[in-house]
């Protein structure tokens, strides 16, 4: 018997990615929830809940997803997550570039992106629509059909180490069938250099959600001398 692979559902827009100051994460993601919980009392809009499954955290070095964002191409969380809103826009820059529209990413793509990446940044050019957006694919969608609570993805970057940039974002999965009620996911994405990163370890394990399961997703070797896979090996229920 062949089983059919699961596949990631569309998602709605709760709170499309803000820029936030590392230290008011959770005020923004809160305030996300009490606006909805407000309107949705009057019955002004459908109502919108966070998950209570799992955290879910993601250290992403691939560039595409991130490249996609600031080139314009792709405004949704930077997450890892090859779902239908990344692979729409793969193929959107694929038909701008000229390559074969296969909404999958590769080698000559992302040569292509990194190309006008630094070529509009020589010339001064702003970059994406938020000025910051940044394989596995089955594992990828079977994540998103387990509608995860909270994505924390963990984005290194080469360059000038300036800290560590922050976005929040809020996006929810419609499943074909469901009630009208939306069960949601919180999108947290961190940035900066691999210096920068291993500097905010301990708030990255601070924004695990305590008493639900933490899986990781290492998208590298894992380096156990790393303080940053240290601690979120050693806080994560499971290490993929």
Known sequence: MTMTPMKAPPLVSLQSPKDVSIDQIEAELAQIWESYRESGSKGDRTIASRATTFTFVVYEPEETQQLLADLGFYDGPIDGITGPMTASSIRAAQKAYGLPRTGKANAELLATLREEAAR????????????????????ADAIVVANPCRIIALCPNIGEDTGVQAQVAAYCPVHKGGSGNLICCEYITLRGTEAALERVSGIVTALTIADLPTLLWWKATPDADRDLFQRLAATSSSVI
């Open 120 to 139: 509009k940044n020589s010339t001064g050019s702003k970059l994406g629509s938020t000025g910051f957006g940044s394989g596995g694919s089955a594992v």
